[in-house]
Protein backbone atom coordinates (compact mmCIF):
# COMPACT_ATOMS: atom_id res chain seq x y z
CA UNK A 1 0.00 0.00 0.00
CA UNK A 2 1.58 3.69 -0.97
CA UNK A 3 0.34 6.34 0.91
CA UNK A 4 0.81 10.25 0.29
CA UNK A 5 0.08 12.91 2.67
CA UNK A 6 0.05 16.20 1.57
CA UNK A 7 -0.11 19.65 3.47
CA UNK A 8 -1.24 22.43 0.82
CA UNK A 9 0.54 25.89 0.88
CA UNK A 10 -1.30 28.16 3.04
CA UNK A 11 -0.26 31.13 1.22
CA UNK A 12 2.72 33.69 1.71
CA UNK A 13 1.71 35.28 5.09
CA UNK A 14 1.56 31.69 6.73
CA UNK A 15 4.94 30.70 5.56
CA UNK A 16 6.60 32.82 7.49
CA UNK A 17 6.10 30.70 10.64
CA UNK A 18 7.02 27.43 9.06
CA UNK A 19 7.03 24.48 11.52
CA UNK A 20 6.56 20.33 10.12
CA UNK A 21 2.79 19.71 10.28
CA UNK A 22 2.34 17.56 13.77
CA UNK A 23 -0.38 16.29 12.82
CA UNK A 24 0.75 14.47 10.01
CA UNK A 25 3.42 12.99 11.70
CA UNK A 26 1.44 11.69 14.14
CA UNK A 27 -0.60 9.99 11.71
CA UNK A 28 2.42 8.45 10.13
CA UNK A 29 3.51 6.92 13.50
CA UNK A 30 -0.19 5.48 13.30
CA UNK A 31 -0.26 3.72 10.40
CA UNK A 32 0.93 -0.05 9.88
CA UNK A 33 4.41 -0.69 8.81
CA UNK A 34 3.24 -2.25 5.10
CA UNK A 35 2.83 0.62 3.97
CA UNK A 36 4.93 3.11 2.03
CA UNK A 37 5.09 6.73 3.11
CA UNK A 38 5.66 9.79 1.51
CA UNK A 39 5.12 13.73 2.66
CA UNK A 40 4.55 16.46 0.73
CA UNK A 41 5.07 19.87 2.50
CA UNK A 42 3.40 22.61 -0.30
CA UNK A 43 4.58 25.28 1.88
CA UNK A 44 8.02 24.46 0.84
CA UNK A 45 8.18 22.65 -2.21
CA UNK A 46 5.43 22.36 -5.14
CA UNK A 47 3.20 19.93 -4.96
CA UNK A 48 3.23 17.74 -7.47
CA UNK A 49 0.49 15.49 -9.03
CA UNK A 50 2.00 11.62 -9.10
CA UNK A 51 0.58 8.58 -10.08
CA UNK A 52 1.05 5.35 -8.33
CA UNK A 53 -0.63 6.06 -5.05
CA UNK A 54 -3.78 4.00 -3.13
CA UNK A 55 -4.45 6.92 -1.00
CA UNK A 56 -3.72 10.26 -0.43
CA UNK A 57 -4.59 12.43 3.03
CA UNK A 58 -4.61 16.18 3.09
CA UNK A 59 -4.70 18.36 5.35
CA UNK A 60 -6.69 21.37 5.17
CA UNK A 61 -6.81 24.52 7.48
CA UNK A 62 -9.15 27.27 6.00
CA UNK A 63 -7.09 29.23 4.73
CA UNK A 64 -5.46 26.56 2.61
CA UNK A 65 -8.97 24.79 1.73
CA UNK A 66 -8.68 26.14 -1.89
CA UNK A 67 -5.58 24.71 -2.41
CA UNK A 68 -6.69 21.59 -1.04
CA UNK A 69 -9.68 21.34 -2.92
CA UNK A 70 -7.42 21.88 -6.55
CA UNK A 71 -5.04 19.52 -5.26
CA UNK A 72 -7.66 16.98 -4.42
CA UNK A 73 -9.28 17.25 -7.89
CA UNK A 74 -5.78 16.52 -9.84
CA UNK A 75 -5.55 13.51 -7.33
CA UNK A 76 -8.39 11.82 -7.76
CA UNK A 77 -7.83 11.78 -11.86
CA UNK A 78 -4.90 9.67 -10.97
CA UNK A 79 -7.02 7.03 -9.35
CA UNK A 80 -6.30 7.28 -5.76
CA UNK A 81 -8.60 7.55 -2.53
CA UNK A 82 -8.81 11.02 -1.56
CA UNK A 83 -9.09 11.61 2.08
CA UNK A 84 -8.95 15.16 4.12
CA UNK A 85 -8.91 16.28 7.43
CA UNK A 86 -7.62 19.35 9.95
CA UNK A 87 -9.60 22.25 10.81
CA UNK A 88 -11.84 22.47 7.72
CA UNK A 89 -13.40 19.46 7.04
CA UNK A 90 -14.47 19.35 10.94
CA UNK A 91 -16.40 22.99 10.73
CA UNK A 92 -17.49 22.46 6.45
CA UNK A 93 -17.87 18.92 6.01
CA UNK A 94 -20.05 19.24 3.17
CA UNK A 95 -18.03 21.48 1.28
CA UNK A 96 -15.24 18.92 1.87
CA UNK A 97 -17.02 16.32 0.97
CA UNK A 98 -17.43 17.62 -2.86
CA UNK A 99 -13.44 17.18 -3.12
CA UNK A 100 -12.96 14.46 -0.94
CA UNK A 101 -13.39 10.79 -0.67
CA UNK A 102 -13.19 10.84 3.01
CA UNK A 103 -13.11 13.32 5.60
CA UNK A 104 -12.40 13.50 9.10
CA UNK A 105 -14.40 15.53 11.56
CA UNK A 106 -12.05 16.20 15.04
CA UNK A 107 -9.23 14.16 16.01
CA UNK A 108 -8.23 11.95 12.96
CA UNK A 109 -6.13 10.04 15.36
CA UNK A 110 -9.41 8.17 16.83
CA UNK A 111 -10.27 7.11 13.63
CA UNK A 112 -7.25 7.04 11.90
CA UNK A 113 -6.82 2.97 12.34
CA UNK A 114 -10.44 2.55 11.90
CA UNK A 115 -10.32 3.85 8.05
CA UNK A 116 -6.89 2.11 7.36
CA UNK A 117 -8.71 -1.26 8.18
CA UNK A 118 -12.20 -0.36 6.55
CA UNK A 119 -9.73 0.46 2.86
CA UNK A 120 -8.18 -2.68 2.79
CA UNK A 121 -11.29 -4.22 3.19
CA UNK A 122 -12.51 -2.23 0.76
CA UNK A 123 -15.54 -0.84 2.25
CA UNK A 124 -14.45 2.44 3.86
CA UNK A 125 -17.34 5.50 4.78
CA UNK A 126 -17.68 8.91 3.67
CA UNK A 127 -17.65 10.51 6.85
CA UNK A 128 -15.06 9.28 10.40
CA UNK A 129 -15.38 11.30 13.64
CA UNK A 130 -14.63 9.99 17.38
CA UNK A 131 -17.09 8.92 19.44
CA UNK A 132 -15.65 10.68 22.19
CA UNK A 133 -12.42 12.87 23.23
CA UNK A 134 -8.82 10.70 23.51
CA UNK A 135 -8.30 11.22 26.99
CA UNK A 136 -5.86 11.27 27.91
CA UNK A 137 -4.05 11.85 24.82
CA UNK A 138 -2.86 9.20 23.16
CA UNK A 139 0.00 10.46 20.96
CA UNK A 140 2.78 8.24 19.74
CA UNK A 141 6.06 9.65 18.86
CA UNK A 142 6.16 11.53 15.82
CA UNK A 143 8.54 9.58 12.86
CA UNK A 144 10.62 12.83 12.06
CA UNK A 145 12.14 11.36 9.03
CA UNK A 146 9.12 12.06 6.75
CA UNK A 147 9.81 15.41 7.03
CA UNK A 148 12.28 17.74 4.73
CA UNK A 149 15.49 18.42 6.66
CA UNK A 150 15.80 22.21 4.70
CA UNK A 151 13.20 24.61 4.79
CA UNK A 152 11.62 24.88 8.27
CA UNK A 153 12.58 28.05 10.37
CA UNK A 154 11.94 25.39 13.89
CA UNK A 155 11.74 21.75 13.28
CA UNK A 156 12.10 20.56 17.29
CA UNK A 157 7.95 20.60 18.16
CA UNK A 158 6.33 18.87 21.00
CA UNK A 159 2.37 18.37 21.43
CA UNK A 160 2.12 18.74 25.35
CA UNK A 161 -1.59 19.44 25.59
CA UNK A 162 -4.90 19.96 23.65
CA UNK A 163 -7.44 22.35 24.26
CA UNK A 164 -8.47 25.57 25.98
CA UNK A 165 -10.49 26.47 29.18
CA UNK A 166 -11.57 29.34 27.57
CA UNK A 167 -14.60 29.70 24.61
CA UNK A 168 -13.58 33.20 22.97
CA UNK A 169 -16.21 33.74 20.07
CA UNK A 170 -13.66 33.74 17.47
CA UNK A 171 -11.80 31.08 18.05
CA UNK A 172 -11.91 27.42 16.80
CA UNK A 173 -10.24 25.55 19.27
CA UNK A 174 -13.47 23.84 21.34
CA UNK A 175 -15.18 23.08 17.90
CA UNK A 176 -12.39 21.26 16.85
CA UNK A 177 -11.04 19.31 19.76
CA UNK A 178 -13.72 19.53 22.08
CA UNK A 179 -14.86 21.37 25.24
CA UNK A 180 -12.08 19.35 27.58
CA UNK A 181 -8.69 20.14 27.98
CA UNK A 182 -6.46 17.11 27.89
CA UNK A 183 -2.97 16.23 28.47
CA UNK A 184 -0.46 13.62 27.19
CA UNK A 185 1.13 11.29 29.85
CA UNK A 186 4.32 13.02 31.20
CA UNK A 187 6.49 9.64 30.64
CA UNK A 188 5.37 10.39 26.84
CA UNK A 189 6.37 13.71 26.10
CA UNK A 190 10.26 13.38 28.12
CA UNK A 191 10.86 10.17 25.31
CA UNK A 192 9.62 12.70 22.33
CA UNK A 193 11.90 15.50 23.68
CA UNK A 194 14.76 12.72 24.09
CA UNK A 195 14.38 11.80 20.40
CA UNK A 196 15.32 14.82 19.02
CA UNK A 197 19.00 14.80 17.78
CA UNK A 198 21.37 17.03 18.73
CA UNK A 199 22.12 20.16 16.89
CA UNK A 200 19.61 22.62 14.56
CA UNK A 201 17.65 25.11 16.32
CA UNK A 202 17.84 24.67 20.04
CA UNK A 203 14.69 25.86 21.10
CA UNK A 204 11.86 23.32 21.20
CA UNK A 205 8.67 25.27 20.38
CA UNK A 206 5.68 23.27 22.72
CA UNK A 207 2.76 23.48 19.76
CA UNK A 208 0.32 23.80 22.67
CA UNK A 209 -2.59 26.08 22.41
CA UNK A 210 -2.56 26.92 26.20
CA UNK A 211 0.38 25.05 27.80
CA UNK A 212 -1.12 26.09 31.20
CA UNK A 213 -4.48 25.03 30.58
CA UNK A 214 -4.09 23.31 33.65
CA UNK A 215 -1.93 25.03 36.13
CA UNK A 216 -1.34 21.71 38.32
CA UNK A 217 -0.31 19.25 35.77
CA UNK A 218 2.22 21.89 33.89
CA UNK A 219 3.66 22.91 37.24
CA UNK A 220 4.45 18.36 37.08
CA UNK A 221 5.54 18.70 33.55
CA UNK A 222 7.69 21.54 34.01
CA UNK A 223 9.30 20.07 37.21
CA UNK A 224 9.75 16.77 35.28
CA UNK A 225 11.88 18.54 32.18
CA UNK A 226 13.92 20.62 34.46
CA UNK A 227 17.02 17.86 34.81
CA UNK A 228 16.80 17.92 30.50
CA UNK A 229 18.09 21.33 30.29
CA UNK A 230 16.44 22.38 27.17
CA UNK A 231 15.39 25.71 26.04
CA UNK A 232 11.66 25.81 24.88
CA UNK A 233 8.46 27.93 23.66
CA UNK A 234 4.92 27.48 23.83
CA UNK A 235 1.89 29.38 24.04
CA UNK A 236 -0.12 30.09 27.16
CA UNK A 237 -2.49 32.80 28.61
CA UNK A 238 -1.60 35.81 30.53
CA UNK A 239 -2.69 33.98 33.54
CA UNK A 240 0.51 32.69 33.97
CA UNK A 241 1.92 35.56 35.53
CA UNK A 242 -0.45 35.14 38.27
CA UNK A 243 0.90 32.02 39.55
CA UNK A 244 4.19 33.01 41.12
CA UNK A 245 5.20 29.09 41.46
CA UNK A 246 3.88 28.28 38.06
CA UNK A 247 5.78 31.27 36.79
CA UNK A 248 9.35 30.01 38.61
CA UNK A 249 9.01 26.52 37.35
CA UNK A 250 8.50 27.61 33.89
CA UNK A 251 11.65 29.57 33.69
CA UNK A 252 13.24 27.01 35.77
CA UNK A 253 12.73 24.29 33.01
CA UNK A 254 13.77 26.13 30.20
CA UNK A 255 11.03 28.61 28.96
CA UNK A 256 12.96 31.18 26.62
CA UNK A 257 9.81 32.68 25.46
CA UNK A 258 5.86 32.48 25.59
CA UNK A 259 3.39 34.15 22.77
CA UNK A 260 0.58 35.40 24.75
CA UNK A 261 -2.71 36.32 22.78
CA UNK A 262 -4.03 39.93 24.58
CA UNK A 263 -5.95 40.37 21.65
CA UNK A 264 -7.14 43.54 22.85
CA UNK A 265 -6.54 46.93 24.89
CA UNK A 266 -9.95 47.37 25.26
CA UNK A 267 -11.98 45.68 27.89
CA UNK A 268 -15.22 45.69 26.70
CA UNK A 269 -13.96 43.89 23.19
CA UNK A 270 -12.40 40.99 25.46
CA UNK A 271 -15.88 40.98 27.69
CA UNK A 272 -17.87 41.05 24.41
CA UNK A 273 -15.54 37.97 23.15
CA UNK A 274 -15.57 35.86 26.12
CA UNK A 275 -12.29 36.05 26.68
CA UNK A 276 -13.22 37.58 30.34
CA UNK A 277 -9.47 36.19 31.63
CA UNK A 278 -7.66 39.23 30.30
CA UNK A 279 -7.70 42.22 32.41
CA UNK A 280 -6.36 45.12 30.65
CA UNK A 281 -5.14 47.11 33.23
CA UNK A 282 -2.90 44.16 34.26
CA UNK A 283 -1.35 43.82 31.39
CA UNK A 284 1.70 46.02 31.45
CA UNK A 285 2.52 44.68 34.83
CA UNK A 286 2.12 41.12 34.00
CA UNK A 287 3.96 41.69 30.87
CA UNK A 288 6.84 42.95 33.05
CA UNK A 289 7.10 40.11 35.26
CA UNK A 290 7.28 37.26 32.93
CA UNK A 291 10.27 39.32 30.90
CA UNK A 292 11.94 40.21 34.40
CA UNK A 293 12.55 36.75 34.29
CA UNK A 294 13.91 36.94 31.34
CA UNK A 295 11.56 35.11 29.45
CA UNK A 296 10.12 36.78 25.64
CA UNK A 297 6.94 37.93 25.06
CA UNK A 298 5.51 37.34 22.36
CA UNK A 299 1.87 39.86 22.28
CA UNK A 300 -0.92 39.24 20.05
CA UNK A 301 -3.62 41.53 18.92
CA UNK A 302 -6.95 41.30 16.86
CA UNK A 303 -7.99 44.93 15.28
CA UNK A 304 -11.51 44.93 13.65
CA UNK A 305 -13.75 44.15 17.20
CA UNK A 306 -16.77 45.87 17.62
CA UNK A 307 -15.06 48.42 19.46
CA UNK A 308 -12.68 49.34 17.17
CA UNK A 309 -12.25 52.79 15.57
CA UNK A 310 -9.26 54.01 13.42
CA UNK A 311 -8.05 55.47 16.73
CA UNK A 312 -7.51 51.08 18.00
CA UNK A 313 -4.04 51.07 15.74
CA UNK A 314 -2.05 54.06 17.27
CA UNK A 315 -3.45 53.24 21.07
CA UNK A 316 -2.10 49.16 20.58
CA UNK A 317 0.71 50.19 18.84
CA UNK A 318 1.75 52.94 21.70
CA UNK A 319 0.77 49.92 24.55
CA UNK A 320 3.01 47.61 22.73
CA UNK A 321 6.09 49.84 22.92
CA UNK A 322 5.25 50.95 26.63
CA UNK A 323 4.99 47.50 27.84
CA UNK A 324 8.29 46.79 25.83
CA UNK A 325 6.80 43.59 24.08
CA UNK A 326 9.86 41.54 22.27
CA UNK A 327 7.76 40.63 19.74
CA UNK A 328 4.12 41.17 18.11
CA UNK A 329 1.75 40.70 16.06
CA UNK A 330 -1.24 42.53 14.81
CA UNK A 331 -3.77 40.41 13.16
CA UNK A 332 -6.88 41.19 11.68
CA UNK A 333 -10.28 39.72 13.04
CA UNK A 334 -11.22 36.52 11.03
CA UNK A 335 -14.85 34.91 11.28
CA UNK A 336 -13.72 31.00 10.85
CA UNK A 337 -16.65 29.23 10.34
CA UNK A 338 -17.52 27.14 12.61
CA UNK A 339 -17.19 30.27 15.40
CA UNK A 340 -20.14 31.83 16.90
CA UNK A 341 -18.81 35.35 15.49
CA UNK A 342 -18.94 33.68 11.54
CA UNK A 343 -22.72 33.03 12.71
CA UNK A 344 -23.55 36.02 13.43
CA UNK A 345 -21.72 38.23 10.88
CA UNK A 346 -23.09 35.74 8.32
CA UNK A 347 -26.64 36.78 9.82
CA UNK A 348 -25.71 40.69 9.85
CA UNK A 349 -24.56 40.06 6.37
CA UNK A 350 -21.24 41.35 6.92
CA UNK A 351 -19.31 38.87 5.07
CA UNK A 352 -18.29 39.83 1.94
CA UNK A 353 -15.67 37.38 1.08
CA UNK A 354 -15.89 33.67 1.49
CA UNK A 355 -12.34 33.06 -0.54
CA UNK A 356 -11.19 30.91 2.08
CA UNK A 357 -7.28 31.96 1.02
CA UNK A 358 -7.99 34.91 2.24
CA UNK A 359 -8.80 33.76 5.67
CA UNK A 360 -5.43 34.34 7.00
CA UNK A 361 -5.60 37.39 9.75
CA UNK A 362 -4.06 39.69 6.43
CA UNK A 363 -7.16 40.24 4.45
CA UNK A 364 -10.38 42.00 5.79
CA UNK A 365 -13.25 39.79 4.95
CA UNK A 366 -16.31 41.22 6.95
CA UNK A 367 -17.43 45.06 7.27
CA UNK A 368 -16.34 46.14 10.68
CA UNK A 369 -18.42 48.01 13.31
CA UNK A 370 -17.07 51.83 13.62
CA UNK A 371 -14.32 52.04 10.70
CA UNK A 372 -14.60 51.19 6.91
CA UNK A 373 -12.60 47.67 5.26
CA UNK A 374 -9.38 49.70 3.90
CA UNK A 375 -9.08 51.55 7.02
CA UNK A 376 -8.88 48.15 8.56
CA UNK A 377 -6.90 46.80 5.85
CA UNK A 378 -4.26 50.10 6.05
CA UNK A 379 -4.28 49.74 9.78
CA UNK A 380 -2.71 46.24 10.53
CA UNK A 381 0.02 47.49 8.25
CA UNK A 382 0.77 50.64 9.86
CA UNK A 383 0.66 48.89 13.34
CA UNK A 384 3.22 46.35 11.41
CA UNK A 385 5.27 49.01 9.38
CA UNK A 386 6.02 50.76 12.64
CA UNK A 387 6.49 48.18 15.09
CA UNK A 388 9.19 46.91 12.98
CA UNK A 389 10.73 49.46 11.55
CA UNK A 390 14.58 48.59 11.22
CA UNK A 391 15.20 51.35 14.51
CA UNK A 392 12.44 49.96 16.92
CA UNK A 393 13.73 46.16 15.67
CA UNK A 394 17.36 47.00 16.91
CA UNK A 395 15.94 48.42 19.91
CA UNK A 396 14.03 45.59 20.97
CA UNK A 397 17.20 42.95 20.04
CA UNK A 398 19.77 45.02 22.67
CA UNK A 399 17.02 45.36 24.82
CA UNK A 400 16.79 41.46 25.45
CA UNK A 401 19.91 40.16 23.29
CA UNK A 402 19.13 36.29 22.06
CA UNK A 403 19.53 34.63 19.04
CA UNK A 404 15.45 33.41 19.82
CA UNK A 405 14.54 37.50 19.95
CA UNK A 406 16.51 37.93 17.18
CA UNK A 407 15.01 35.57 14.61
CA UNK A 408 11.44 36.40 15.80
CA UNK A 409 12.04 40.12 15.00
CA UNK A 410 13.70 39.98 11.80
CA UNK A 411 11.24 37.23 10.41
CA UNK A 412 8.59 39.67 10.55
CA UNK A 413 10.70 42.00 8.13
CA UNK A 414 8.95 39.76 5.24
CA UNK A 415 5.50 40.19 6.50
CA UNK A 416 5.31 43.47 6.32
CA UNK A 417 6.44 44.05 2.84
CA UNK A 418 3.42 41.33 2.27
CA UNK A 419 1.22 43.28 4.37
CA UNK A 420 2.27 46.49 2.03
CA UNK A 421 1.35 44.47 -1.18
CA UNK A 422 -2.59 43.82 0.25
CA UNK A 423 -2.78 46.92 1.12
CA UNK A 424 -1.95 47.48 -2.40
CA UNK A 425 -3.79 45.19 -4.25
CA UNK A 426 -7.01 46.17 -2.19
CA UNK A 427 -10.25 46.59 -3.90
CA UNK A 428 -13.00 46.99 -1.39
CA UNK A 429 -16.10 48.36 -2.53
Known sequence: MRLLFIAPPMGKMASKY??????????????????????????????????????????ASTPAAQAAFKIARQYKKTG????????????MPEECLNYADVIFIGESEVTWGEFLKDYERGSFQPVYKPEKEMSPLQIPVTPRKIFNKRGYLVTKTVLVSRGCPNS????????????????????????????????????IVFVDDNIVGDREFAKKFFTAIIPLKIKWFSQC?????????????????????????????????????????????SFVAQIKKIRKKKIIVHGAFIFGFEND???????????????????????????????????????ENRIFDYRWENYDAAHVVFSP?????????????????????????????????????IILNLSQINVVKELEKIVQESNFI
Open 18 to 59: LAPPLGIGILAALTPSHYEIKFIDGNIETVKILDGWDIVAIT
Open 80 to 91: ATVVMGGMHPTV
Open 168 to 203: CEFCLVKKIYGPTYRTREIPKIIEEIKSFPKGGMPV
Open 237 to 281: SISIANDDELLDLAKKSGCVGLFIGFESIDENNLISNRKNINKTA
Open 309 to 347: NTEVFKKTLQFAREARLDVANFGILVPYPGTPLYDQYRK
Open 369 to 405: HKMQPIELQKGQYYAMKEFYSWKNILLRIISAPNLLN
